[in-house]
């Protein structure tokens, strides 16, 4: 079962968004929260993510097993207005290192640069009075990261990727903010997938996913989040590897200094996943700067 898992697992795509071998598009409390026209910001992401288990169709391997992801995003936000509608075109550029063991068999590592992705929210209702928010983000991955087809870890995917985000921002009462959101991610092949390079071809993904903050004073907050998947499946040469379903949570807090600079950082885990690495422990700090 071991040497199966193994040869399954060719190639495992690294993405920034969690740190995490998930393929869905996570994002943090307040980020739809539009900004003035105007303003921009720079932010840089720090993930760490630890996994000592790898699930693939219901059966678990543990034994010298572990997955370690140091991965960060550079992420340059720009605030304008395109006829009377709040839009934030912005791109992010991941990059990082790995490297991961599979039930004895040595992974290898790899390091580098990850995925372009460009992007731009605009928001169809912005209401900074009741400071309710409705965007609607728009995504493209383009294939640049670092990608050996032969290895079984690589920071790009040799694929196109398109998403879109639909996400929903207000207060429930008093200091207590809800964001929710829901996304679609469609899937180009890569047909250069593992040693064999075979052709890798993924299923809409769909994923879910609801935080809350509770403002502690107007510059601090603490906040926790759950997220779900559902679809993905993904096949190699028209074999089903079935799919993530990977449910997770986090807790964390963020601080706005008087500077404008903010500082967010969370701890999160995989609740439960069918296909893939279930993460144990995934720390992310966020530095933010408004300018």
């Known amino acids: 079962m071991i040497k199966h898992n193994y040869k399954k697992l ?3 795509s690294l993405l920034w968004w969690g740190g995490n071998t998930a393929l869905a598009i996570d994002f943090d409390a307040g980020d739809y929260t539009a900004m003035p026209a105007g303003t921009n910001l720079g932010l840089l992401y720090y993930t760490h993510s630890h996994s000592g288990n790898y699930v693939s169709q219901g059966h678990s391997t543990k034994h010298d097993t572990k997955l370690n992801q140091d991965v960060s995003v550079l992420r340059v936000i720009h605030f304008t207005t395109i006829g009377g509608f709040t839009v934030d075109p912005q791109f992010l550029l991941p990059f990082g290192h790995v490297n991961g063991r599979l039930g004895g068999n040595d992974m290898g590592s790899t390091q580098g640069v990850g995925d372009l992705i460009l992007a731009s929210t605009v928001w169809l209702y912005n209401n900074p009075s009741t400071q309710t928010y409705f965007g609607v983000t728009p ?12 290895g079984s870890l690589n920071m790009g995917e ?8 639909a996400a929903f921002s207000r207060p429930l009462y008093d200091k207590l903010i809800l964001d929710m959101g829901l996304d679609a991610t469609k899937f180009g092949d890569n047909n250069d997938y593992g040693v064999q390079s075979s052709r890798l071809a993924q299923n809409t993904l769909y994923q ?20 779900k998947e559902w679809g993905g499946n993904s096949s190699v040469n028209g074999v089903s590897q079935g799919k993530p379903a990977e449910k997770k949570y986090t807790f964390g807090a963020a601080y706005m200094f008087p500077s404008h600079t903010q500082l967010l950082g969370t701890w999160g885990r995989d609740a439960s996943i069918e296909n893939g690495f279930k993460s144990e422990s995934v720390i992310k700090l966020r530095l933010m700067q408004m300018f």
């Open 10 to 12: 060719m190639m495992i």
């Open 139 to 150: 995504f493209l991955y383009a294939p640049t990261g670092r990608y050996r087809h032969e």
């Open 158 to 165: 040799n694929r196109w990727k398109y998403a879109l985000q």
């Open 208 to 227: 879910g996913q609801v935080h809350l903050r509770y403002l502690l004073t107007p510059a601090l907050d603490v906040r926790t989040s759950y997220t």
